[in-house]
């Protein structure tokens, strides 16, 4: 299983970025039951969770993004999407997509990049 992370890049405070995480050699049934998340990790400091997708369907956002990110899937193309509103400086991290919890896959990372 290889998780590929697309989407990132530089934008401006008040922008927007679509993250895009494609999950190759994973079968439907194992992309569907497995719960979703993002992280972010910005230099000095701990990896966070910014968004979970539970396999119900239930989502969790850190307070931090709560109003500005949106998790969803979409399980025919096995992705993963982190939709970013309203960007702020204080975002800037390497975000990571995860499928499965903390213990199972991981992508790369990408880095976004918000200017003030």
């Known amino acids: 299983v290889r998780l590929v992370e697309s989407g990132g890049g530089l934008v401006q405070a008040g922008g927007s970025l679509t993250l895009s995480c494609k999950a190759s050699?994973?079968?439907?049934?194992?992309?569907?039951?497995?719960?979703k998340a993002w992280y972010r990790q910005s230099p000095g400091k701990q990896r966070e969770m910014v968004a979970l997708?539970?396999?119900?369907?239930?989502?969790e956002y850190a307070d931090s993004v709560l109003g500005r990110f949106t998790i969803s899937r979409d399980n025919a193309k096995r992705t993963v999407s982190l939709q970013m509103n309203n960007l702020k400086p204080e975002d800037t991290a390497v975000y990571y997509c995860?499928?499965?919890?903390?213990?199972?896959?991981w992508g790369q990372g990408t880095q976004i990049t918000v200017s003030s």
């Open positions: 050699g994973m079968i439907l049934s194992e992309f569907w039951r497995h719960d």
């Open positions: 997708l539970t396999n119900s369907g239930s989502t």
């Open positions: 995860n499928i499965g919890g903390p213990s199972q896959f």
